[in-house]
């Protein structure tokens, strides 16, 4: 049982803005802080552009907008103009931080949480949390003021690393997927007993991954598999169907991530950090399609869980209907195969990442 850490009521400011990957672990230490102390305040920091105006409210926690300062990768115009814009976006932080009074700011990276670093400096202490095993510029910074530095695996080059994970959501890190997968296929309509693939790119989809596996549904009809394809909102899916086979599912947005890992017996999807430590939690086995662009850090993110036996990786240049028919068929197929995996992916995960960076910041907070 979890024991609160006690002392005056703390607010804790998180930054974590942009994408997916840096809000959800931001709303899962969230509801860590506020597990183990409920008279906590938390508020986010985001932008007026970014996913965390529909995410954070949902999520039950206050949201304060800033100036959002964008991070160009190459010599630009517009890196001329960057201090100009780092400084206004500093001091409308400030003016929040003063405002809300912050005891302390944790970070997850991106372009939200170099103003609240530099904002934070010398008045607040700063907490950071690094998801990657490179760094991205906002950590790199924060991380030399930080009072405390927490990264999701070892080797991550951060002064004073903490090994603690990624924070993840209760609804995940609690998942009994066999306890649930009759209600999970039920609620989207699946084949309640053949072998069921999940597939997803991303919140927005990914284009490679949707052509791929969509022009492989005949194998899969003619296998006796059964797909849930999430092809994100701004994507469009056709597939044909075929009467008597197992359905074919596909749906723009998984709201009910927890449903889509219990119905799966097999994802093929990217391998974000965030989607790395989900995986490997719920103990699901993978095909992992890495991001082709960046500094290949998906790549990275993938390759324990596929030294350990749990995932396969494919190239996104190799990704195929041939390829996913030849590959996925074989494997999903395979119960034997498949517990296997997944037993070696269970061993992988940080489970209780959440409520050990939620004691790092309310000491931090002191």
Known sequence: MSQAVTGRAPTVVVAGGGTAGHIEPAMALADAVKR???????????????????????????????????????????????????????????????????????????????????????????????????????????????????????GTPLPNAEVVGIPLRRSITSLDRAALRAEARKHFGLDPDAPTLLVFGGSQGARSINTAVSGAAKDFADAGVGVLHAHGPKNTLVVQEFPGRPPYVPVPYLERMDLAYAAADLVLCRSGAMTAAEVSAVGLPAVFVPLPHGNGEQAVNARPAVDAGAALLIDDADLTAAKVAELVIPLVTDPDRIAKMSAAQVGLGHREADEVLARIVLEAAK
């Open 36 to 154: 183990l102390r409920p008279d906590a305040t938390v508020i986010a920091l985001g932008t007026a552009r970014g996913l965390e105006n529909e995410l954070v409210p949902t999520r039950g926690y206050a949201l304060e907008l800033i100036p959002p300062v964008p991070l160009p990768r190459k010599p630009t115009t517009e890196l001329l103009r960057l201090p100009l814009k780092v400084r206004d976006a500093v001091k409308r932080t400030r003016e929040v931080l003063d405002r809300v009074g912050a005891d302390v700011v944790v970070g997850f990276g991106g372009y939200v949480s170099l103003p609240a670093y530099l904002a934070a400096r010398g008045r607040v202490p700063i907490v950071v949390h690094e998801a990657n095993q490179s760094p991205g510029l906002a950590n790199r910074v924060g991380a030399r003021f930080a009072s405390r530095v927490a990264v999701a695996v070892p």
